[in-house]
């Protein structure tokens, strides 16, 4: 299978890193240049408590130059995902398929602008990663990759099976799901009760647990981003605090990638996350103060970047 990976940050490259060694020809697409110059001249250095390895992976930040892929995987912020779109049509095989493991809701729908929703898988992952400067990333946790189809169908959920079935034969443990929307959700909500909260405090996951204060933030985020879940018809599970606390526990280490964003003045994925449960709360008329509040504290830190 050719696979190209759109994004080549901390997960992009990861994945691609985790398939090219399974024997994949992977080509990572990235407009950081310094990044694309260092993977090219000296490999992509993934690090971790699994070991340090150097890989040789082609990388470009030039759609010519990169062959057809039968899979493409979208890993770059959800900000970017129209731009994304248009990248991915250029680089799919006709009869290819894209997955996006993206953070945060709307991907898919940014990516159906440009591409056959047939086409298009979504998923979730649970591993961690970050970039530790040009040409290195770090491998900080690993978990479950979930993979379903957009537009549900027999065919669809065919090709949703054998992409998951060749990660877990790549190393990557992998399931299908025809519940995809509902995986998604779960997502949503972990990163609804850990993302703002950490980029705001300055915190890593774990220390969320630390205070009885942010536990009730935290959780207080959750529980409305649920009832609105509920309020749509999408089916979440019963104790989704419990949860998001199992998963900052279990990442307890980790800056989440939103506060990886704060941290470098980036624009972050709010509006995918904290944003969209806002927007589509007001959809239904229901309140959601605790979610309008991280919304608007993270978006008038990113206003003020530059006069940090
Ligand atoms: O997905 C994450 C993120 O940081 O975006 C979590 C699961 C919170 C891990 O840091």
Known sequence: ?????????????????????????????????????????EGLTLCGQWGERSLKIMASSDPEQIRPADLVLVFVKSTNTPQAAKTAAALLAP?????????????????????????????????????????????????????????????????AEEVSAYFNQAGIKARSSKRVLENLWDKLLVNVGINAVTALTGTKN???????????????????????????????????????????????????????????????????????????ADKIGLSVPVNLTLTGLIQTLEAHYKDI
Not at 212 to 237: K, M, W
Not at 240 to 258: G, Y
Not at 267 to 279: F, Q, S, W
């Open 1 to 41: 299978m050719k696979i190209t990976v759109i994004g080549a940050g901390a997960m992009g490259s990861l994945f691609g890193a985790l398939l090219h060694e399974s024997g994949t020809d992977v080509v990572l697409f990235d407009l950081w240049q310094e990044h694309v110059r260092r993977i090219n001249q």
């Open 95 to 159: 009869e290819g398929l894209l997955l996006t493991l993206q953070n945060g809701m709307g991907n898919a729908e940014a990516l159906a602008a440009e591409i056959d929703p047939e086409q298009i898988l979504v998923g979730t992952t649970a591993h961690g990663a970050h970039v530790l400067g040009p040409g290195r990333i770090r491998h900080a946790g690993q978990g479950e990759t979930v993979v379903g189809s957009w537009l549900v169908n027999e065919k669809t959920m065919a090709r």
């Open 206 to 280: 774990g220390q969320i647990l630390d205070l009885e204060v942010s536990r009730q933030l935290s959780a207080a985020a959750i529980r409305e981003a649920s009832l609105l879940a509920a309020s749509l018809g999408v089916r979440v599970r019963e104790n989704p605090v419990e949860h998001v606390f199992a998963v900052a526990e279990a990442t307890t280490a980790n800056r989440s990638s939103m506060g990886q964003d704060v941290d470098r003045q980036r624009k972050t994925e709010i509006e995918a996350i904290n944003g969209y449960v806002v927007r589509e």
